[in-house]
T-cell receptor
Framework: TQLLEQSPQFLSIQEGENLTVYCNSS?????LQWYRQEPGEGPVLLVT?????EVKKLKRLTFQFGDARKDSSLHITAAQPGDTGLYLC????????????FGEGTQLTVNP | NAGVTQTPKFQVLKTGQSMTLQCAQD?????MYWYRQDPGMGLRLIYY???????DKGEVPNGYNVSRLNKREFSLRLESAAPSQTSVYFC???????????FGPGTRLLVL
């Protein structure tokens, strides 16, 4: 059983469309990170959210941390082909000193 | 700064052969990690090193060994490669526990 469940697993959309991907868990986290992995590269951190209800914006990307700190969403407005990649959420389990655990990711393809 | 570097980029092995994957970082990270990434499985932690001279097993350590040679370098060894070890391997560094991880570009390994 995955600690972090991401949905959808795959998403293929046209340029200009909006989309939302989700990261859910039954556990409470002190913080949650979102990474993007482009083809042939390692993941790169996009954002870290730490406060329940927090919303962070990064250009056309909006990240939200759930009020109960158990879930998060990533919304992309007017998607571009450059947004194509694997989006991973990651969080440390509740036990102090625990390492990050990663979700399985959402593979996004934005078609021109 | 080069960040996190990995060698080799690609490798083909025959079943039973051995090899060492190299990872080096110049970001003064205390912790270093080895992950494998398989389709639909996300990133799975093989081994990690919280500091120079220490190593610990992750989620999938069987068939692998690691060495934290110094603060900069963390190597992963396959003593007798198996087809099930065909994967993309990522090394990552992290300054503090559950903080941002910085990934290398990956090593793509095919075991025939």
């Amino acid at each position: 059983t995955q600690l972090l469940e991401q949905s959808p697993q795959f998403l293929s959309i046209q340029e200009g469309e909006n989309l939302t991907v989700y990261c859910n868990s039954s556990s409470v986290f002190s913080s949650l990170q979102w990474y993007r992995q482009e083809p042939g590269e390692g993941p790169v951190l996009l954002v870290t959210v730490v406060t329940g209800g927090e919303v962070k914006k990064l250009k056309r990307l909006t990240f939200q941390f759930g009020d109960a700190r158990k879930d998060s969403s990533l919304h992309i407005t007017a998607a571009q082909p450059g947004d194509t990649g694997l989006y991973l959420c990651a969080a440390p389990p509740g036990v102090e000193g625990s390492r990050l655990t990663f979700g399985e990711g959402t593979q996004l393809t934005v078609n021109p | 700064n080069a960040g996190v570097t990995q060698t080799p980029k690609f490798q083909v092995l025959k079943t039973g052969q051995s090899m060492t994957l190299q990872c080096a970082q110049d970001m003064n990270h205390n912790s270093m990690y080895w992950y494998r990434q398989d389709p639909g499985m996300g990133l799975r932690l093989i081994y990690y090193s919280a500091s120079e001279g220490t190593t610990d097993k992750g989620e999938v350590p069987n068939g692998y060994n690691v060495s934290r040679l110094n603060k900069r370098e963390f190597s992963l060894r396959l003593e007798s490669a198996a087809p099930s070890q065909t994967s993309v391997y990522f090394c990552a560094g992290e300054t503090g526990v559950a903080e941002t991880q910085y990934f290398g570009p990956g090593t793509r390994l095919l075991v025939l």
